[in-house]
């Protein structure tokens, strides 16, 4: 079926419930986004685009920009990271340390706090803490077709200011070594790396090589391996939504990768991406139109892994 | 390709590891299984099977059984079931009790062996004590085309003398009256429903209606919804194996259910149903070269979902 | 000072807040306690026994059956006992099964419930499951001067019926092999044990062989060691109130145990013991009243150990 | 008996096990101390100071600089200081931060590193983070009778070098609000705080407020209430040993307070104070002679509690 046609009927269906839930207020800076606000973008293999909503808004990527960091560290550190950080769920909130303590300070997937900061520490590894959030920039906005990926410093430093969860991570992390450079320079580029900022358009083709193999079928350029793809899009199912990821995977059935911000990035191997963004959270701090549309659009698109 | 020729090619690649790691020994009825045995079978939805090894002898199924008897529960409870358990990765082991004093009694998805005993308890509350276990059998041997799946009773009795953990948890979930019926009844249930014994070929035809939206295509028979089958793959995918359930899934790609006997049933939607069986298991207690096996058959069929 | 009089100040200063807080309620048989009755009686070293308000009405003992049960199993296991549990308070509630699974199905202490399983399972060792509980019975109304202690067979049946959560830990430590008899006869003695019915005035009398070295003053019968006293004392101080243990030894200064039958008994080493009775419990299932006049009587009389 | 006698008898029985076990290794500047070294020191109420061995000797005072910092905050805050840590054993090691995160960031008592970064934090804002340290030396010293306590610039230093896990704790408790000034700053006072240096000699004297209800009975100064030194003796005597509280109770009988430097601070309510230092630690981090020597005091002086 046209996902025009498709986007069109989901974005008419969850309008009811736009503004259902909470905004994210754990930083200033997010808590004066529109709970109502709402676009969707979706991208065939082709490169055929289709949108609807405020497609064209930028909004804070926060966790989603976990998912580029990942494929950016693996393709440098290649199967190595995995010493570092594990790949199973971690059964615990986002930003939980007990499971840190209980096994010796490796977190248990690139997707929790504590395994993005391991993530981000290997980036820095590689470029310096100079060059490294340039680089994840960089290969975010290459992946997006040169779309003008930027940080929002006001939410930077939102972050920063009310960042001493992660910072309790990032030094619970160094006193066992799994952080290799100085905790204040992993964060500072972590902070920066969650006030991304893009919209629904162009973070939909920034995740199109997710679902052709490693290679964004637009641009032809090759930014993962096959193995990597196939290991980011099974972390996404498994562990992309934290607590509710079991619940996404039941629901959607796709690999996806959701924000604080209100964003959700859901990959269709072979078929293509959606990008999805609504501020107003569920519980789970997912965004709740944005999964309900995700569920409309994987059903109707027949796109259900399982 | 040919799934005949990929399972012989499969089998020659298995061939040097089989027999390493360490059959099952919790319970005696286990210890005396064949480490260097090994039988695949795979399944399309046109009804073909093809096997290697030996795939007509008959194993221990033990926790495959859950995914079995979720289907049975939830065509007769529906989505109340999902009132006593949920379906998220628990992050912890699969017999764990401390995720169940944290979260109230409320096992995290049914195939920890807590969550299992809920399902086994919800299927008493439909058929009665006496009659519970021919059921769970019946629905077995009815997907399975009428193989006549029997069982071993020296394992049931085996897993009755060591049953102390899964009598701990059954009492622990009474105590907070996540069980509706006896522990007592729950757990003779339990014990022999994991004591059933099945062929990979007959295992791998019993779970086709899960790549089929719940119709056997053989037969022709319902066995679950769409949305059910939708789900349970989606929980064989997070939840399947344990404390390497993210692993299977970046290795195979594929919704799976291992049980301590060396059986794994893996299913790929829309396509069809491999079943492998080799008892020596890895250190996180799946069969070792079972899941070899699974991630080269992915592999080379190209069923890897991601 | 006189104790007869502090006791009679310390009862007047309580009577506001008799019946505030909540009568336990896990066990309907002891729901139906009068929530604001109270009695507590103090017998010095040389035999000289105060009384004030219901000192002589017979009332559940509860968890203060562990002292006397653990100074049974020491004299007949000696320091073996501490091999199958610790000396240590837990950090957790007194039913808690976190902490064994994180510590291999050793309990932590003698206080919590498993760990009195473990003291019960020993005294069964001993004595085997038929005498078990009248040697419980027999040792604990020597030490009160042949009061005519007894079993409530009321509230054992109620403990029997409300015993899921116990069962629970019995056969987890059971899994272990923490347990060395069948779970079912030590529940069982250990649902009797606490069922164990006693005045304030006999139980003052039954701990005073523990203010006095072991020996009771009045009989001049031994029973314990002086390290054995020493040891439960400690432990009584430290761990005698499960998740309030600190508060109790900062408001009042002395090895005391609780039990939500509403009693709490409290040993002066080298001066007396103070038995109370007030079934009202406070948050963390001590008696309110009870607790408040210790922390009367403790300082009015000078007893704090600190 | 006479104490000098006692001490000297004390001394030649635990010569033998001088130097078993392993000196503090976690800074490379506690790593150089003399395992074999030995000197303890007793006071009694009178003024009357008893020593053997290297009691002239400074050593780090390490965790016993907690029981000056908390009885300092008492003064200054109050029952207040009760609002951001508790007064109960943890059940955990003395660095762990599971605890924390089960209990909303407030810690279970001021004697585990969360708890003691909560006590300087007070100390802070009474006075100021560029006071905060002095005031803290100046009550040491005091009590000490002027002493000359000081800090040893090379160990603060290394505290800071591998301060990481406690960098992580002072993070995580501000972001739960627990800690009201900067984190850096709290720890730069905590880490000079621990690397304070004292003899055995002067720190019997420095706890002998303690032992006389809160008045140095040589000076006539006092330093806390009758209930504020209530209080800090049952803490030091249910939470003074980290995981090994119950058995130093449980042998020693004392309030006492131990630290990684190899030193032990007792408590003889209404009697005296001891003062123990042995570099060489036992397996819970406490000093493996000084323990031994202080179970042999307390047996022989007849100190024992309970």
């Known amino acids: ?17 736009l503004g259902e839930g909470r905004v994210a207020d754990y930083i200033p800076a997010l808590a004066t986004a529109d709970p109502g606000a709402f676009g969707m973008s979706a991208v065939m293999l082709n490169g055929d685009c289709f949108s609807v909503g405020a497609s064209d808004t ?5 966790s989603i920009s976990k998912v580029f960091s990942l494929a950016l560290a693996l393709r440098n550190a290649g ?11 971690s059964g615990t909130t986002f930003n939980s340390i007990v499971q840190l303590e209980r096994e010796n300070g490796r977190p248990r997937n690139p997707f929790i706090n504590a395994g993005a900061l391991v993530v981000t520490d290997s980036i ?14 960089a290969f975010i906005d290459k992946a997006a077709g040169s779309a003008g990926v930027s940080v929002n ?22 006193s066992f070594g799994t952080l290799k450079n100085l905790p204040t320079d992993v964060l500072n580029t972590y902070f920066h790396q969650c006030a991304i900022e893009m919209t629904t358009a162009s973070m939909a083709h920034a995740g199109l090589f997710l679902a052709n193999d490693g290679i964004d079928p637009i641009s032809g350029s ?43 990035l859901a990959v269709a191997p072979g078929k ?12 789970a701090g997912n965004s709740h139109a944005g999964t309900l549309a995700l569920e409309f659009f994987s059903d109707r698109a027949d796109l259900n892994l399982f």
């Open 272 to 283: 293509g991406v959606i990008a999805v963004w609504s501020p107003a959270l569920n519980q």
């Open 58 to 62: 930028r909004f804070s990527i926060q």
């Open 153 to 174: 410093k006001t939410v930077a430093a939102s972050e920063e200011t009310w960042g001493d969860r992660n910072r309790s991570l990032a030094y619970f992390m160094k």
């Open 1 to 17: 079926m046209n996902w025009q046609f498709i986007l069109e009927s989901v974005y008419a269906d969850v309008k009811p419930v």
């Open 124 to 137: 820095i590894s590689q470029y310096g803490r100079d060059r490294a959030l340039q680089e994840i920039l």
């Open 79 to 89: 199967d190595t990271l995995w010493d570092d950080v594990g790949h199973e769920p």
């Open 222 to 264: 090759r930014f993962a391996t096959h193995e990597q793809v196939n290991r980011i899009n099974a972390l996404m199912l498994t562990c992309g939504h934290y607590d509710m990821s079991g619940d996404f995977a039941c629901r959607v059935g796709l690999p996806g990768k959701s924000g604080v911000g209100g964003g959700i």
